[in-house]
């Protein structure tokens, strides 16, 4: 035989000569939950390793996680039902939990990057990413509320803004606020083809933030649907996104390879944490490598051509060493 593939397999030396694709810290981004009082650490017990924290440990969480080299985070926050309304007023209100744990982070690490969350539901009576009215969830209506709350997060110092809710328009909406305001430097990551998928549940138990009523598949995709993604990317990208997002990530890997094969801007992945969970719960129990397996889902969204990855493994990747070995 001529040709044998095998030879380039044959140590470990030869193997990295060749490897194709390659991750490093830069590629992560860390999610991270925080809650309002004091000295609050509490673990989110559908995500094992995974914690809530009040904004003086998140500050302490951030250093850590510096420390290793893991330098942007996506905050998302855990409102008390009091504060929740049909409005999400509270989510663009001056000193609320949100707009506080971003001032911390950047007045304490202004080198790190600040990705923040804009959506209703977390600030939802209703759990929804809209305005609820008869059951319908009104998409221009709520364009004016998330509008109010990117440009709060941005006052604040948010360094990318990601709108979450998958209302028509809202990047273009948004980009639009920001850019009158003067935040024309605020990036835009665009959630752009986020499915209404069965692995958001440990998340929306972290936030507490399910919906009340329905569901949300009238603005969330079909998982059965592709090709409705290059419409939402083509419409993001017209309407000034930075960054197109694929949400959930492993069972939409063809769905981050279509975008990157045909648009210029970068693409990001979020490994959401039902994907999260379902690792954890069989390492634990033996029946995976928890290393191995963690390291050949992050290398999975690279080679689909994932620039930037949304994962609860970041921190642990990098405190193991796992990126070197």
Request: with cysteine; charged share 25%.
């Amino acid at each position: 035989m001529m040709n044998r593939p095998r030879r380039n397999r044959k140590s470990a030396v030869i193997r990295d000569m060749v490897q194709e694709t390659h991750l490093h810290a830069g590629n992560l981004i860390f999610p991270l939950f925080i809650v309002d009082g004091e000295n609050q650490k509490t673990e989110v017990k559908s995500m094992p390793g995974i914690f809530r924290y009040s904004i003086d440990n998140l500050l302490r969480e951030v250093e850590s996680c510096m420390n290793l080299g893991l330098k942007a985070f996506d905050l998302f926050p855990n409102i008390e039902d009091s504060l929740k309304d049909k409005y999400a007023t509270v989510s663009y209100q001056k000193g609320n939990l949100y707009l506080r744990a971003i001032e911390a982070v950047k007045k304490n690490f202004p080198e790190a990057c600040v990705v923040t969350d804009v959506a209703m539901d977390p600030y939802s009576s209703d759990g929804h990413d809209g305005i609820v009215e008869n059951g319908e969830i009104l998409n221009d209506e709520t364009l004016d509320i998330l509008g109010k709350m990117a440009l709060a997060h941005a006052e604040s110092g948010a360094d990318i803004i990601a709108p979450s809710d998958m209302m028509d328009g809202r990047i273009g909406y948004i980009r639009d606020v920001l850019d009158t305001n003067g935040f024309t430097h605020v990036s835009l990551m665009s959630y752009t083809a986020k499915y209404a998928s069965a692995f958001y549940g440990p998340f929306r138990d972290a936030l507490n933030s399910a919906p009340k009523s329905g569901d949300k598949k009238t603005y969330q995709m079909n998982p059965a649907n592709v090709r409705e993604a290059l419409i939402e990317a083509q419409l993001d990208a017209e309407e000034g996104a930075d960054f197109l997002m694929v949400k959930p990530g492993l069972p939409y890997l063809d769905v981050v390879k279509l975008l990157h094969d045909n648009f210029d801007l970068p693409i990001a992945v979020y490994n959401v944490s039902g994907e999260y969970a379902m690792l954890k719960a069989a390492a634990q129990n033996g029946w995976l490598d928890a290393e191995r397996a963690t390291m050949e889902t992050l290398l999975s969204f690279r080679r689909a051509g994932a620039s930037s990855i949304l994962t609860y493994h970041a921190k642990e990747v990098l405190a193991n060493g796992w990126l070197s070995r």
